[in-house]
């Protein structure tokens, strides 16, 4: 799908990864909204993009549904929706001194990563189901109408240490990468998943407690931090490649988390 | 890395998904070596994108290594390596007619798994001769081709989903290997895609079975699509060591 | 299907993983005839185990055949294969020296990939004819065995680990062929087993993996292979799959 011209939906892209797929896709031409929590961040980095902030918790069907009319309004249907938001409360399951993990652990995690991505998938898949079919040069049942890029994580795939309930939500949109695209795929709306290693973003910061450029020790090449503007081009060229679809790519310079 | 102006090898580069990308390379300034089996092919491609062609069998080494020679005495060392030849082949493993001949189950091993090999450990021991062309130290890449038979494999392609699944399984440890060199290796699992060992695989009337099967988009994969995906892992240098299925979303049953 | 009384065929019997396989299968009822290139070894165990050994080069498809008629004339037609035969090379891809002799590669894609094909062809075909053992009209069960050297990659096993990551991806179609025959296809991925192959590994790279394991933090003991080797024999539902006994061990560069 070319995304110039098309109204685009990032969430947690006020900064991070989703900020750095807004500044892609606004240089390819797309009407940019970033969904965050956190609505002034949100604000500035509009501000600084030429797009729309919208404030939304993803976990929340009404405020989805209010962020989504307001898009609409705004800068026409959206078609694209890029699930950057997350989070990640590190922490072992269960330790001699601090005996079990908090519950709350998962279920916040669960909240956000899971239950808010599954929210703006089910909403606005729902929404471009009803909206007038795209034509093109194809026959109307490979003509794409949507497109949804999940961000997944290494840590869904490897497990490593201290990260069983991160992994456990990061897994799931794994898991749910594939029965969606088959969902979806009569309405022409593709699933794709990115599981990104160690990028230099602000939520690998405070998880690492300091900068992801010195936890790269694992990472085979390049042994650096990804960029946010890295991710960016995979989920552009995810938007960009029809025949991209059901499918977890990991974007880690190789690397397998221990 | 930037593609252009770099040397790009392609094998099986003749026809189907190789044709696809020597087309893309040379649009985006790369000069582009095509191997293959069918030389006069070869340099009909190699004549339209202004490359050379070269023959080669990359079953055997010494045609390998007599093929890398030429491209790098006429063009130089090339960074940037995709291991498009393969075949196939179908016969289950044991039918009436007596168990799969060995030597045929060789063959698309051969081609297939050690060819790729073969390219891979030549180009890196060059490669690592070259200086590095960014400021990641990164000096060259490998795409080489798995497919989707390597993880869900039908009745009767025992031989050609066991090379398959070798080249998936070689992907980290030689990326692994490599990293000290800054060549990355990764690899692309097709689905469909309309090519002449595809329509060779699944016969013509296999081709609307396929397509049946594809959630979206509903018809083969274009070999210019192929391409894109592989541009795209050459251009973007933190993709290493990973297995990308590009295929809408399908998985095969047990029959084709 | 029972393993009692049932004749069990496995390549490279006279040690490690294949041996203790031998042992768990002929403790459970079970007669073996060992095939390995090494006779001597083999007979060995052979003795200690009432069993039958065989001089066999995998990769030889006239040799498997006459090794197979001679299992079937001394014990009767194999129900159960095992293809433990299996040999490991550690080079890197490339170095600025050389590049990874073509030959070490070729050679370990020939005893790993090619030898399990070509028994399991050989075994399979024989297995077609034979009568059925029970209601689930089952006739007999192939266990290859790969590695988690092939999902996790390791630094210098680029052959081993597409040999390995082949004999994966031969499992899913093969069950499939012959499934219509009763003949179940079910793969093991072993991580790190005390077994004269890993003896081959270097002391520092052990010294460095074992702390690595989750749990247990120790290498495997052949006989606990050969324990999930009787679970898929007797577990009829098990097919097309491929299972990891490795202590939870994800092995790093």
Same mark, same amino acid.
């Given at each position: 799908?070319?995304?110039?011209?098309?109204?685009?939906?990032?969430?947690?892209?006020?900064?991070?990864?989703?900020?750095?797929?807004?500044?892609?896709?606004?240089?390819?031409?797309?009407?940019?909204?970033?969904?965050?929590?956190?609505?002034?961040?949100?604000?500035?980095?509009?501000?600084?993009?030429?797009?729309?902030?919208?404030?939304?918790?993803?976990?929340?069907?009404?405020?989805?549904?209010?962020?989504?009319?307001?898009?609409?309004?705004?800068?026409?249907?959206?078609?694209?929706?890029?699930?950057?938001?997350?989070?990640?409360?590190?922490?072992?399951?269960?330790?001699?001194?601090?005996?079990?993990?908090?519950?709350?652990?998962?279920?916040?995690?669960?909240?956000?990563?899971?239950?808010?991505?599954?929210?703006?998938?089910?909403?606005?898949?729902?929404?471009?189901?009803?909206?007038?079919?795209?034509?093109?040069?194809?026959?109307?049942?490979?003509?794409?109408?949507?497109?949804?890029?999940?961000?997944?994580?290494?840590?869904?795939?490897?497990?490593?240490?201290?990260?069983?309930?991160?992994?456990?939500?990061?897994?799931?949109?794994?898991?749910?990468?594939?029965?969606?695209?088959?969902?979806?795929?009569?309405?022409?709306?593709?699933?794709?998943?990115?599981?990104?290693?160690?990028?230099?973003?602000?939520?690998?910061?405070?998880?690492?407690?300091?900068?992801?450029?010195?936890?790269?020790?694992?990472?085979?090449?390049?042994?650096?931090?990804?960029?946010?503007?890295?991710?960016?081009?995979?989920?552009?060229?995810?938007?960009?490649?029809?025949?991209?679809?059901?499918?977890?790519?990991?974007?880690?310079?190789?690397?397998?988390?221990? | 890395?930037?593609?252009?102006?770099?040397?790009?090898?392609?094998?099986?580069?003749?026809?189907?998904?190789?044709?696809?990308?020597?087309?893309?390379?040379?649009?985006?300034?790369?000069?582009?070596?095509?191997?293959?089996?069918?030389?006069?092919?070869?340099?009909?491609?190699?004549?339209?994108?202004?490359?050379?062609?070269?023959?080669?069998?990359?079953?055997?080494?010494?045609?390998?290594?007599?093929?890398?020679?030429?491209?790098?005495?006429?063009?130089?060392?090339?960074?940037?390596?995709?291991?498009?030849?393969?075949?196939?082949?179908?016969?289950?493993?044991?039918?009436?007619?007596?168990?799969?001949?060995?030597?045929?189950?060789?063959?698309?091993?051969?081609?297939?798994?050690?060819?790729?090999?073969?390219?891979?450990?030549?180009?890196?021991?060059?490669?690592?001769?070259?200086?590095?062309?960014?400021?990641?130290?990164?000096?060259?890449?490998?795409?080489?081709?798995?497919?989707?038979?390597?993880?869900?494999?039908?009745?009767?392609?025992?031989?050609?989903?066991?090379?398959?699944?070798?080249?998936?399984?070689?992907?980290?440890?030689?990326?692994?290997?490599?990293?000290?060199?800054?060549?990355?290796?990764?690899?692309?699992?097709?689905?469909?895609?309309?090519?002449?060992?595809?329509?060779?695989?699944?016969?013509?009337?296999?081709?609307?079975?396929?397509?049946?099967?594809?959630?979206?988009?509903?018809?083969?994969?274009?070999?210019?699509?192929?391409?894109?995906?592989?541009?795209?892992?050459?251009?973007?240098?933190?993709?290493?060591?990973?297995?990308?299925?590009?295929?809408?979303?399908?998985?095969?049953?047990?029959?084709? | 299907?029972?393993?009692?009384?049932?004749?069990?065929?496995?390549?490279?019997?006279?040690?490690?993983?294949?041996?203790?396989?031998?042992?768990?299968?002929?403790?459970?009822?079970?007669?073996?005839?060992?095939?390995?290139?090494?006779?001597?070894?083999?007979?060995?165990?052979?003795?200690?185990?009432?069993?039958?050994?065989?001089?066999? +080069?995998?990769?030889? &498809?006239? $040799?498997?055949? !006459? /090794?197979?008629?001679?299992? =079937?004339?001394? *014990?009767?037609? @194999?129900?159960?294969?095992?293809?433990?035969?299996?040999?490991?090379?550690?080079?890197?891809?490339?170095?600025?020296?050389?590049?990874?002799?073509?030959?070490?590669?070729?050679?370990?894609?020939?005893?790993?990939?090619?030898?399990?094909?070509?028994?399991?062809?050989?075994?399979?075909?024989?297995?077609?004819?034979?009568?059925?053992?029970?209601?689930?009209?089952?006739?007999?069960?192939?266990?290859?065995?790969?590695?988690?050297?092939?999902? +996790?990659?390791?630094? &210098?096993? $680029?052959?081993? !680990? /597409?040999?390995?990551?082949? =004999?994966?991806? *031969?499992?899913? @179609?093969?069950?499939?062929?012959?499934?219509?025959?009763?003949?179940?296809?079910?793969?093991?991925?072993?991580?790190?087993?005390?077994?004269?192959?890993?003896?081959?590994?270097?002391?520092?790279?052990?010294?460095?993996?074992?702390?690595?394991?989750?749990?247990?933090?120790?290498?495997?003991?052949?006989?606990?292979?050969?324990?999930?080797?009787?679970?898929?024999?007797?577990?009829?539902?098990?097919?097309?799959?491929?299972?990891?006994?490795?202590?939870?061990?994800?092995?790093? $560069?």
């Amino acid at each position: 799908m070319d995304v110039s011209q098309q109204s685009v939906v990032i969430t947690g892209g006020a900064s991070g990864l989703g900020a750095g797929a807004a500044r892609l896709f606004v240089d390819k031409g797309a009407r940019v909204a970033i969904f965050d929590r956190n609505l002034a961040l949100a604000q500035q980095t509009a501000d600084e993009l030429g797009c729309l902030a919208v404030a939304c918790d993803v976990a929340d069907e009404a405020s989805v549904m209010a962020a989504l009319s307001k898009v609409t309004e705004i800068n026409g249907p959206p078609r694209i929706f890029i699930n950057c938001a997350g989070i990640d409360i590190t922490g072992r399951i269960a330790t001699r001194g601090g005996g079990p993990q908090p519950l709350e652990a998962l279920s916040k995690q669960i909240a956000v990563n899971l239950t808010g991505t599954y929210n703006i998938c089910r909403l606005g898949a729902d929404l471009v189901r009803q909206l007038p079919r795209l034509a093109s040069a194809e026959p109307s049942a490979s003509t794409e109408q949507g497109v949804i890029v999940n961000v997944a994580s290494a840590a869904g795939l490897d497990g490593p240490r201290g990260q069983t309930a991160y992994a456990a939500t990061k897994a799931a949109v794994i898991g749910m990468t594939l029965p969606m695209a088959r969902d979806l795929s009569a309405y022409g709306i593709r699933v794709v998943t990115i599981a990104p290693g160690v990028f230099n973003t602000p939520l690998a910061a405070a998880v690492l407690r300091g900068d992801p450029e010195t936890a790269v020790g694992d990472v085979p090449f390049p042994k650096r931090a990804g960029r946010p503007a890295e991710f960016g081009q995979l989920a552009l060229h995810i938007c960009e490649n029809p025949m991209l679809n059901g499918e977890v790519i990991r974007l880690d310079g190789g690397l397998r988390a221990t | 890395m930037e593609i252009k102006d770099q040397i790009a090898i392609v094998t099986g580069g003749a026809s189907g998904l190789g044709a696809g990308t020597v087309r893309a390379l040379a649009a985006k300034g790369a000069k582009v070596a095509v191997l293959d089996l069918n030389e006069a092919l070869a340099k009909s491609i190699a004549d339209e994108v202004g490359g050379i062609a070269v023959r080669v069998d990359v079953a055997d080494t010494d045609s390998v290594a007599a093929a890398m020679a030429t491209v790098k005495e006429k063009l130089g060392i090339a960074r940037i390596v995709m291991n498009v030849a393969g075949i196939g082949i179908g016969r289950k493993i044991t039918s009436r007619k007596g168990p799969h001949p060995l030597a045929d189950f060789m063959r698309v091993i051969n081609v297939n798994l050690t060819g790729t090999f073969d390219i891979c450990r030549l180009a890196s021991t060059d490669i690592a001769t070259l200086e590095p062309v960014n400021a990641d130290g990164e000096r060259g890449v490998f795409v080489n081709v798995a497919s989707i038979f390597a993880f869900d494999g039908p009745v009767g392609d025992t031989a050609y989903a066991a090379a398959k699944a070798g080249v998936a399984g070689m992907t980290l440890p030689m990326a692994r290997d490599l990293a000290n060199y800054g060549i990355r290796v990764m690899t692309i699992a097709p689905g469909f895609f309309d090519t002449p060992l595809a329509r060779s695989e699944v016969g013509e009337a296999g081709v609307d079975k396929m397509v049946s099967l594809v959630p979206f988009p509903k018809r083969p994969g274009k070999p210019e699509e192929f391409a894109k995906m592989a541009c795209h892992i050459v251009e973007n240098s933190m993709l290493n060591g990973e297995v990308i299925r590009l295929d809408g979303a399908i998985r095969m049953s047990m029959m084709l | 299907m029972n393993v009692q009384g049932q004749v069990a065929l496995i390549t490279g019997g006279a040690s490690g993983l294949g041996a203790g396989a031998a042992r768990i299968l002929t403790k459970a009822g079970a007669r073996c005839a060992l095939l390995d290139r090494n006779l001597a070894l083999a007979e060995e165990l052979a003795a200690e185990l009432g069993g039958i050994a065989i001089e066999c +080069d995998v990769v030889n &498809g006239p $040799a498997v055949e !006459a /090794a197979v008629d001679r299992v =079937v004339e001394a *014990l009767g037609t @194999p129900r159960i294969l095992l293809n433990a035969a299996g040999i490991d090379v550690a080079i890197r891809t490339a170095n600025k020296k050389a590049p990874h002799p073509l030959e070490e590669f070729e050679r370990v894609i020939a005893v790993n990939l090619t030898g399990t094909f070509n028994v399991a062809r050989i075994v399979a075909h024989r297995l077609t004819s034979a009568a059925v053992l029970n209601e689930d009209g089952e006739r007999g069960v192939i266990i290859n065995i790969a590695s988690v050297v092939a999902q +996790d990659g390791p630094i &210098g096993q $680029a052959a081993y !680990a /597409a040999s390995k990551a082949g =004999v994966q991806g *031969l499992a899913l @179609p093969m069950a499939r062929d012959l499934a219509p025959f009763g003949i179940r296809v079910v793969t093991i991925a072993p991580g790190m087993f005390e077994t004269p192959l890993a003896s081959g590994i270097p002391q520092a790279w052990i010294d460095s993996i074992i702390p690595t394991v989750p749990f247990p933090k120790r290498w495997g003991n052949p006989l606990e292979f050969g324990a999930l080797v009787q679970q898929i024999c007797e577990n009829t539902m098990l097919n097309g799959e491929m299972i990891r006994i490795d202590g939870a061990v994800r092995l790093g $560069a």
